[in-house]
């Protein structure tokens, strides 16, 4: 097997560990192929910056002209901090605070996309206050299943996420009464780390079916948002997402006209295959019938294993020994400390460096200080 990281092995050697190394020319690569292929029809992109905040990664992606979803005001600020227009800046979250709506009507963001008529009725009175009218859409939800971990799947009726098909009728009657705001767009996000098409299907078919209600209503709808949820192939960390058959799919069965915005939020799929989280091997362990292999990475820098069960593909890139199989785990006083559970890797001794891969969506801006330990810092390809 090629281990493409194999290259930057000696540098890797002299950094301390753990850290998150990012091979910018794989964003580049993944960026070109997201501009390209929705350009094509005309989508426009909002990266969710939740995937990745990295200062410089959110550099890179604001040279590439797309907007940024967010949400939170320190996202909001780092977004415009790093190149993102404001006005190509929306908002989101189920509970936007007052003083997080105050500092998005300051920065004057694109669009708040909103998720209940309690958050409705605070916009418009912050915004009265203000002295502004704040642009929203309507975060629905469709009541879709994702069918992906039960922690990102986002648009069932369960699910915190979204205002309830059911209300709409009056979400929109209360909304012809508010002064202060107005309505932009719908906007829907069903789920993460989603690799069925078919969702993506059901989704346009909803959109499609809500647009006909609105204009029942006599209600222009400028963006239509489909969300992010794009998933990767975390067995395969060199394999590019399925861009272009996700795009040409909400081309083709979105409706959409001239004077509409069709919009895609992706996070994960842009970021996560540029970035590994680098450890180094402290110990072998013997356990009755498991071999552990402990590295100086744990949950706090990387915690999607412990949260939602995922899969990273784990590489040796010290070794090409025989493979053998091992349980990796951190250092972390918590048995969910572990990174895979009897999986293969090259015979590995103390000291080898360790590549846990496609580490680069919800990786580090997900890392804690949990023991009081280091957060883990970031090393471009560019730079070694
Ligand atoms: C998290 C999120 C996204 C991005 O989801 P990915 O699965 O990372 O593509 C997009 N839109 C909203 C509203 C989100 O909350």
Same mark, same amino acid.
């Not at 469709?142 to 992906?148: R, S």
């Not at 992010?228 to 192939?233: A, E, Y």
């Given at each position: 097997m090629i281990k493409k990281l194999n290259k930057y092995l000696e540098k890797f050697k002299e950094l301390p560990t753990p850290f998150y190394f990012y091979d910018l020319d794989v964003l580049r690569n993944t960026l070109d192929i997201i501009k390209d292929e929705s350009e094509k029809y005309g989508i426009k992109i909002h990266y969710? $910056?939740? &995937?990745?905040?990295?200062p410089r990664i959110l550099q890179l992606i604001s040279l590439y002209g797309f907007g940024a979803d967010c949400v939170s005001m320190n996202e909001i600020e780092r977004a415009i901090s790093t190149g993102f227009k404001p006005k190509e800046v929306f908002f989101a979250g189920v509970g936007k605070a007052d003083k997080e709506i105050v500092s998005a009507l300051d920065a004057q963001i694109g669009c708040f996309n909103c998720e209940s008529v309690a958050e409705i009725e605070v916009i418009n009175s912050i915004a009265k206050n203000h002295a502004s009218v704040a642009d929203i859409a309507l975060r629905i939800n469709?009541? $879709?299943? &994702?069918?992906?971990h039960k922690y990102i799947t986002?648009?069932?009726?369960?699910?915190?996420?979204g205002i309830n098909i059911q209300d709409l009728k009056d979400v929109v009657s209360l909304i012809s009464k508010l002064e202060n705001i107005k309505l932009k767009g719908i906007h829907f996000h069903v789920g993460s780390q989603i690799d069925r098409m078919s969702v993506f299907t059901e989704l346009c078919k909803k959109i499609n079916e809500l647009q006909k209600w609105f204009s029942s209503q006599n209600i222009k709808l400028q963006i239509i948002n489909a969300g992010?949820?794009?998933?990767?192939?975390y067995e395969n960390p060199e394999k590019m997402p399925e861009f272009q058959q996700y795009f040409s799919l909400l081309n083709k069965l979105v409706d959409f006209n001239n004077d509409q915005e069709l919009h895609a939020e992706p996070g994960r799929s842009v970021v996560a295959q540029c970035g590994s989280l680098i450890s180094k091997v402290l110990y072998i362990k013997k356990g009755v019938n498991t071999c552990f292999v402990i590295i100086d990475a744990g949950m706090t820098d990387l915690i999607r294993p412990a949260l939602y069960q995922a899969v990273h593909k784990i590489e040796n890139l010290s070794s090409d020994g025989k493979i053998f199989r091992y349980d990796i785990v951190g250092p972390i006083c918590e048995s969910s400390d572990t990174f895979a559970k009897d999986t293969e890797l090259n015979e590995t001794s103390r000291g080898d460096i360790i590549a846990i891969r496609s580490a680069g969506a919800y990786g580090e801006v997900m890392a804690s200080r949990y023991n009081l330990r280091d957060l883990p810092y970031s090393v471009f390809s560019d730079d070694i």
């Open positions: 969710a $910056i939740k &995937a990745n905040s990295n469709p009541n $879709i299943e &994702a069918h992906t986002t648009g069932i009726e369960e699910s915190k996420f992010g949820g794009l998933g990767i192939d």
